[in-house]
Every structure is written in C-alpha cells, then in structure tokens.
C-alpha cells in the first residue's frame, strides 16, 4: 500500500491537456498513445477526439511503484 493519496483534477486528458500539463510533445504524446504506453479512452465514433485515460494511468504507475518497492 503506499504512503500517500494521488489526486486528479480529470479523469480525462485532450493530447494537447496531456502534452501542457506533462511539458511532453504532442508528437510524443502520439507516439506513447501508439506504443500503448499511455492509455486511452476508447472510442465510441471513430472521430471522436482521443483522450488519456488518467485513472488508467495513475493505476498502472501505482502498480509499477508497487512492484519496486516490494
């Protein structure tokens, strides 16, 4: 269990939210989504616009930290 509570300010983040708020390229950005390194919300149309899932994010880097810290 860790030590301290991850607050969000959206479950949801646009690309270019994502690439402000991190300092992260959206081109990056873009590559990670397409990697499957940052999760995305899936998509009902086609044309939606993407969005980070952050709830999905902050899980799996809890998990990770979980996993080295033992």
Known sequence: M??????????????EQYSHFSGMPKRTIMDWVSDGKLPIKRKVKE????LINMVALVEMA???AMDNLG
């Not at 860790?2 to 690309?15: A, G, K």
């Not at 044309?47 to 993407?50: A, L, M, N, S, V």
Request: aromatic residues 14%; charged residues 20%; hydrophobic residues 30%.
């Open 2 to 15: 860790l030590s301290y509570q991850v607050v969000i300010n959206t479950p949801f983040m646009t690309y």
């Open 47 to 50: 044309k939606e616009t993407p």
């Open 62 to 64: 809890t998990r990770e």
